[in-house]
Structure formats: structure tokens, C-alpha cells
């Protein structure tokens, strides 16, 4: 339950300054490490923190390095993006603490005899796989969820008690699916006749690649003929809706309460803020930032950050401001006869002679 | 697990034209459409794809028939309405492939002595019904979920893994429910006594009709005193809210994300968009359509299409927009200002008699 | 299954006025009321109502009462808080009709051996208690629930059917989780290195005081480092997601649909609209309350009402306005330039001596 500096070295690089042989415990941040902790300094602007940390050792960049003089600890990692090196760090803490699940079916699991199970898959109690399914090497599905017919889950990816996929969706290695997610549910296909809606079977799947994480009670619809696609890489926070038919490009993330409607196509290394709204069958390309709280109506073709979201203020003066929104064509036609009337009235300044010259005219 | 055209016209209705011997496998976009597939056009803007589809046969209306000269298949169904018609023909085919469960309970569900279950329902594993509770024939009841205490599903309505509905409600014939929706949870009911919350029991239930379907982790609260109503065809999507004591009326749709507050009534045959928001104790007509998006804070009572979001635009522009949406009191300010000047200036110059006749005074 | 109106206000207070032996069978509003209930005026704008009211008794204030003069029934019960004495009232109804589950572990629950769970807890079927979790006193679990490693329930707390506590996470005394609610799923906390997700291992806790509810569907994530809290009496609606490290104060009632992002921190008896978002990091003072749809983008330090969401209108009339809102740059141009024009024109006319003035001259 302890890693040694020299250790942590060896197993994810950097260069290493001080004692080597110390021993940390843990990771804290910067104001909460003491001397059992290694903390990280991930943006300059809390330099002046770092020089007062209690923590045994500090991970920051070569540009912070220069700066921070007065660090005690004096056990420093430099690395390249300290930021992932933390993330990194903390995961091999992390791994020294975690349960390990022993492999195998918990006896109150319902496993159809036509699925396919990896000897080394963790399967919890009260879990249901259906015929033809295929759980891959060191996959973890825990207690309560659902693995539907034909389903496949990829190695080492972990299913978070109460997690559902649907028959015939599939996700690749090492993903994570957290509570309460269900992938692979019915998209909203109707077609509309005499004011009654007429429901159009949604056949196609939910294709999602490696390294994807899905938030907790986030849904991802089936596609509706074609399948819904999730890129490697993509992570997803928790309650976002994707509808039937998107597809989301690799490494984009998507903060939680999110929505992309159907056929919606996000390109690779996006991030979509919190309860941001995307419009169906619009194209955002790569690299977009759409901001939390902003609905996308139209494809968006550049990369770039785009916002929406009515500016909040004290009540009274939005009732004030949402009033003249409403009115802003009254505006704009006043302005409008202003102009008019002050371009007639400068013309016929204009048309008359000046006093002065009048007054010549007159001598 | 194929169709004769002539099978398909009688079952469905249309005028067929052309070999109706033909053997199709199954239903597919005008574009992805090979030789095995039928196809629709229902949006008359694709007519020029329907002329080269590859498609063994195609749905299209009256109108569009009389367009589409070249379409080398020749075998037409033309239908009335021929989105409606490429639905139910797609609901032929998924009946054909799908996997029919196998009526009965099984053995891991729990199921309370006083509960009625058809003979031919089919009880999944982990199911737990509960004491008084009645599943109607046909009805289907997936892994993992809960019918509560004297709540009631009717004929062939089909609960997917994982969904819940509480002690007391009740959903119609032919209902979809989908993976963790929850029907009957408590709604958000307090009285403030200095401060703190004391809650109000929900004693209502939630009545819900024929025909509706439900999308993935839904949310249907109960009524507090009288009960929440869902009429009949309703469609929800995923994640949605609505709250105690609504009132949806009879084949209206909401998209996903949307929110429907407290005692809010919905009329028949609207729409409301993604992520819309309905106000508590107000009341919308029939065929309202609410936008994505909006947030409907009053009483909409002329049907039509109502919008409310901010535009979407580059970060920078929305900076310079939104601080002058807060600052719309000062522009309307200066407009008065200009107008007032503007106004006293063109009556000084009215009450000047103009120079010409000044002229004609000093003549 | 009835209370005499004397054993009422033995219970919860309040002055009696009529027939103390009255027996009432329940709680009904005003305008439903029969013989055989108690109903309420919690709103002076009802006081005609409850002139008409058919119940046998009626709670009201003493100022209401007052006012209300034609009470037939002239049973009454004067309350200091007539809502929370209803709500206390109909807490009274529901605990007599409320079906009390037997104490002890159903036998297809599966409870970790090294788990403590009160003797008088109910555990209901297909629950999944893990190694080391403590479940206190009268706590009832019900169907299908899952409670983590070494998570914490306390006494008399209810989870309903298929909701979820992470491991480690704790929730104190009265609580009441609804179905589908995740507490303690992972944060989205990820370091970016050349445009990947490298993840950050989410190893806080979530820690719950007494007496709070959470919604169903709801998410309140783990911490990442520390821990995420939610103090006593706080109230969380259906939908709402509670990212890593945010704190919620006391007594603050958050509505459906809301996101709360990381690290922020919400003050004490704050209210929190329906599909309000609050940004990350920001902090609210005691006492604030955010409009439903509303984005809080900044801290909010004055206790007050804050709003911001763009007004519903026809949709005709918002693609106007909407295109007016994009375009406020452009009219705040051309308020600048009239009032460049008509300050050179007026300080032109300044300049030029009032006619009368020059005939003077001229004279």
C-alpha cells in the first residue's frame, strides 16, 4: 500500500530529484498532503501553494519546475504533463488498494448455456446474460445487470451494478459502464398517421469501440436501420441521452446531462458541455467546444467554441431584459425611424444653404 | 423470413405494381437498398435517389409515383402514407426475426402468492411482483424488473430489463416500458415549516392508458392526493420528467430530456421537443408544439409552434451578445434619449419658419 | 383507518374548534372534499373555496380564519402553518393504511457475510448488500437495491426498488432514496495528454446527513480526491445530477432535471429551479434561488432570486428575435452612430445663432 519514488519512476517515467528511496502512501492535492502524500502542481497559477505543501513529493512541469523554489519536501518529479502523470500516479495507488473480485459466476447469476463467458470474467449475483452473448477476457459485470442476447463485452471492461445492453450491442476493451446506464433501448421511431403514431422497429445496434466510459443512468439509443456508433476513446458523463443513429468521434467528451438527438454526428476530439443540446442530423467536425447549456440547431463546420445560453441575472432585471427580447423588432424599427428622420432632417440642413451664405446672399 | 410483395399488400393495404411474386428480406434506406431489400420514399426532396435505388421494390404515395420515372426495380407499392405504411411493413419483418420468449415465470423471479399473472405472460429472471399486483395476457415482464404492491399491466404491454412500476399504478394494453424508467416514485412534495422540509405522502398513483410507450430512465411521479394521467398513444422518450399530477393528453410525443413540472396539463396531439421544459400548474392546448429547448413558463392555450432559446454562436460573439441582452434597459434608455432630442430638435426647426420664407420677410 | 379529529391535534397541535369527536378517513383538497375527510386552506386566494368545502373539518390559519365565515362543517383546526400541519396530517393517513413489511432478509437476497444488518431491518428480494456495508435500524432495502462495500445506511432510511450505493458511501438517519437513484458512480475526471483521457481514479466518498430525500433516476457522484456531501434535510427531486465534490448546505431543495458541477458549493436553504445547471467551482450563498432553466455561470454571493432563460414566444416571432439577439452588436452601432450625428448636428445648430438672433444682427 505504499510506492516508493524510485518505484513510481520506473513504472511511468519522469525525472526525479531528491531522496528516491521515500516512500508515499497516497496522492492529495497540493493544500491536503502531508508527509505520507505525493501531490501535484497542475496549473501555474497555484505555484505559490506549492511552495508551502507539507507533501513528501511533488509532481509538476519543467516550466513550474524553474518556478517553484521553496518546496521543503525538496522530492520533486518533473514531468512532461504533470496533470496525466497525477492520473497516472493515481491509478497505480488505486490499483494497490482495489478488492480484487474473484473470477466467476455468482451462483444466483442467470447465464444462458449459449453465452460465452470467459474463464477470468467476474460475474455478480443477480446478473442476467442471454443466450449467445460473449463476455470477454477479465470482463467484470457486476451485481444486477443485464447483458442482452447477442450482446458482446470486450476485455477488461466492467459493468457497474444495475448496467444493461441490449441484445445484439457491443462494446469493446476496457470500457467502463457505470450504474444505471442502458445502451442499446428503442430510439424514438414513429412514423405519424391521422395524429397517431405508428411505431418503426428499431433494428440497428449500439456499436461502441475501446476505452469508451458511460456515465452513470446515461441512455444510447439502437439505431434505428443502421447502427448508433461510439468511437474509441469517448467518454461520457453521467444522464446524457444519445439518440438512435449518432456518432460520436474518438476521444470527444460529453459532460453530463447532455443531449444529441438522432443522427447526429459529433467528430473526434470534441467536448460538449453539461446539458448542451445537439439537434438531430446536424454535423459538428473535429475539435468542436460546444458550451454547457447551448443547443446546436445547425451543423457547425469550423472548429472552435460556440455558446448559447441566456446570460443570468437578479430576477427582476431578466423580467426586465426578457420583455425587451421579445420587443427587440419595436427596437429596431425605432431605431430604424430615427435614422430616417435624422437623414431627412441632415439632408434638408443640407439642402439649405447654411445662415451664413444666406446671409452673404442677402448682403 | 421473407415477404411476398402480394403477402405484403394484403396485409398491409396499397396498389401494387409490377411482379408481385417477388420475394423481399427485409427493409432498407433508398441508399443503402440492395436487391433483397424494399424501400420508401417518404420525403419527396430524395425523389432523385429513388430513381437509381438498387431495391428490389418501392413504398411511395401517389404523388411521388407520378415523379419517380426511372427506378429500374419497377416494382411499386403505392400507399397512402408512405412513411406509415414503410413502419408497419418494418414491423412485418422484426416480427418475422424476432426471438418469441417463452410464457411463463422464471424460476429466480420472485412472485407474490396473491399477485395474478396470465398463463401466457412471460416473467423474466429476477423479476419481483408484488402482493395484489395483475400482468395481463401476453404481457411481458424482463429481467430485473419490479411491479409494486396492487399495480396492474395490461394485455402484451412489455416492461424491459430493469424498469419499475411502483404499488398502485397502472398502464394500459400494448405499453413499452423502457430499461430503468420508473413509474410511481414519489413526487416532490414538502410543505417549508421555518425552513426545513416536511414532506407530503403521495398518495396519488399514476394511470396510464393504452398504447404508450415509455423511453430508458424515465421518470412518471405519482399523484400527491389525485393521480397523474397519461392518456392513450402517448409517446415518451428517454429521460424524461414528469412530475405529480400531470395530465398528458392522448397521442402527444416528447422528445428526449424534456421536463414537465408539477400539475402542468398537456392537450392531445402535441409535440415537445428535446429538453424542453414545462412549466408547473400550467396548461397547454391541443396540437401546442413545443420547441427544443424552450421553456414554457405560462399557459399556452392557441395551438402552433412556440420557440424560446438562446442562438447559438461563436464564444466571442456570445460574450459581446449576452452582455448586451443584459444591458438591453440602457440601449432602449438611449434610444428614448435620441428620440426625445431628435423630437424637440424637429420642432425647433418646425416652430423656425424656414429660411426661404425668412428670406422672403426680409425682402 | 380513521382519526377523530381530538386525537388530531393531541398529535400535532393546533386549536380546536366544533365537534372534537369527528372522525375523518383522510386528506382531500378543498374542491374534492366529502364528508369524510379533512381538508386544508394553505392560500388565502382559496378562502372562497372553503366557504363551499364539503369536508367535515378544515385546517386553516388564524388569519384565514377570520375570513372564512360560511364554513358549513365549522369543524376547524387553526394552525400556526396550515400546509405543514396538512402535510403532518396526511403523514398520520398514510402511516395507518401503509402496508409495514416484515423485518429480516429475503432469501434471495445476497448479504455479504462480514456485512451488519439491524435485526429489525427489512431486506427485500435480489438485494445485494457487500462485504462490510452496515445497515442501521429499521432501514429497509427493497427490491432489487444494491449497497457497496463498506457503504452506510442509517437508521429507519429507505431505499426503494433497484437504487444503488457505491461503496464506501454513506447516507445518515430517515433518508429516502427512490428507484434508480446511483450514489457514489464515478466522477468524470480525466487528465488530457495529445488529445486522450487519461482517467483520474474517483476515490472520494459521497457523505449524506439525516433526513434527506434524493429523486428517482438522480446521480450524485463520488468525490475525486475528497468527498462529495450533501448536509441534513436536503431534498433532491427526480433526474438531478450532483457531480464529484460538490456540497450541497442544509435544507436546500433542488428540482427535476437539475445539474450541479463539480466542486460547486451550494449554500443552506437555497432552491434550485428544474433544469437550472450550475457551473463547476462556483460557490452560492445561503438563501439563494435560481430560476428553473436557468445557467448559473458565476458565483452568486447576495441571497436573492436569479434568472436567466430566453423568453417562449411564437416561433415566428423568435426566429425574429433570435436573429435580433445575434445581431445586438449591429444595433448598438447604429445607436452610436445617431447619437455621433445628432450630437454634431445639434452642437451645429449650438453653434449657429437662433434665427431670430441673426434677424436681430441683420437688423
Redesign the interface.
Known amino acids: 500500500m505504499s510506492i516508493r519514488l524510485e518505484q513510481l519512476v520506473e513504472r511511468l517515467g519522469g525525472q526525479l530529484k531528491g531522496d528516491a528511496n521515500i516512500e508515499v502512501l497516497g496522492?492529495?492535492?497540493l493544500d491536503?498532503a502531508g508527509s505520507t502524500h505525493i501531490t501535484f502542481l497542475?496549473n501555474p497559477k497555484f505555484r505559490a501553494q506549492a511552495d508551502q505543501t507539507q507533501a513528501a513529493a511533488l509532481i509538476l512541469s519543467e516550466a513550474d519546475d524553474a518556478q517553484v523554489q521553496n518546496y521543503a519536501g525538496a522530492r520533486i518529479v518533473v514531468a512532461r504533463?504533470a496533470?496525466?502523470y497525477?492520473?497516472?500516479a493515481?491509478?497505480l495507488?488505486?490499483a494497490q488498494s482495489e478488492?480484487v473480485a474473484s473470477p466467476g459466476i455468482?451462483a444466483?447469476a442467470?447465464v444462458d448455456a449459449t453465452a460465452t463467458v470467459a474463464a477470468d470474467a467476474v460475474i455478480?449475483?443477480?446478473v442476467?446474460i442471454e443466450?449467445g452473448a460473449v463476455i470477454g477476457a477479465r470482463a467484470r459485470i457486476?451485481?444486477?445487470s443485464?447483458i442482452?442476447?447477442n450482446a458482446r463485452v470486450g476485455e477488461e471492461t466492467h459493468f457497474?451494478?444495475?448496467a444493461?445492453l441490449?441484445h445484439g450491442c457491443e462494446i469493446g476493451a476496457r470500457g467502463?459502464v457505470?450504474?444505471?446506464a442502458?445502451i442499446g433501448?428503442?430510439g424514438?421511431?414513429?412514423?405519424?398517421?391521422a395524429?397517431?403514431?405508428?411505431?418503426?422497429?428499431q433494428?440497428g445496434r449500439v456499436m461502441i469501440a475501446d476505452d469508451v466510459?458511460i456515465?452513470?443512468?446515461t441512455?444510447i439509443?439502437r439505431g434505428a436501420?443502421?447502427d448508433t456508433v461510439i468511437e474509441e476513446?469517448v467518454?461520457l458523463?453521467?444522464?446524457i441521452?444519445i439518440?438512435h443513429n449518432c456518432h460520436i468521434g474518438a476521444?470527444t467528451?460529453i459532460?453530463?446531462?447532455a443531449?444529441i438527438?438522432g443522427s447526429a454526428r459529433i467528430g473526434k476530439?470534441c467536448s460538449i458541455g453539461?446539458?448542451a443540446?445537439i439537434?438531430g442530423h446536424i454535423t459538428i467536425v473535429d475539435k468542436v467546444h460546444?458550451?454547457?447549456?447551448?443547443?446546436?440547431?445547425?451543423s457547425i463546420l469550423e472548429p472552435?467554441?460556440?455558446?448559447?445560453?441566456?446570460?443570468?441575472?437578479?430576477?427582476r432585471?431578466?423580467?426586465?431584459?426578457?420583455?425587451?427580447?421579445?420587443n427587440?423588432?419595436t427596437?429596431?424599427e425605432?431605431?430604424r425611424a430615427?435614422?430616417k428622420?435624422?437623414k431627412a432632417?441632415?439632408q434638408?440642413?443640407a439642402a439649405?444653404?447654411?445662415?451664413s451664405e444666406?446671409?452673404e446672399e442677402?448682403e
Open positions: 496522492i492529495a492535492p491536503a497542475s504533463n496533470y496525466a497525477f492520473a497516472r493515481a491509478q495507488f488505486q478488492v455468482h444466483s442467470v455478480g449475483p443477480h442476467v443466450a457486476d451485481a444486477g443485464f442482452g442476447r457497474h451494478a444495475r444493461t441490449h467502463i457505470h450504474s444505471g442502458v433501448a428503442d424514438l421511431g414513429f412514423a405519424n398517421e395524429g397517431q403514431w405508428i411505431k418503426i422497429p433494428v466510459e456515465g452513470a443512468n441512455t439509443d436501420l443502421a476513446g467518454k458523463d453521467n444522464q441521452q439518440a476521444h467528451a459532460a453530463a446531462c443531449g438527438a476530439y453539461g446539458a443540446m439537434h460546444v458550451s454547457a447549456g447551448t443547443l446546436a440547431l445547425r472552435g467554441q460556440y455558446t448559447g445560453f441566456y446570460p443570468i441575472t437578479e430576477h432585471d431578466w423580467e426586465k431584459s426578457a420583455a425587451l427580447v421579445r427587440l423588432g427596437m429596431r425605432k431605431i430615427l435614422e428622420t435624422l432632417l441632415t434638408e440642413q439649405q444653404p447654411p445662415f444666406n446671409q442677402n
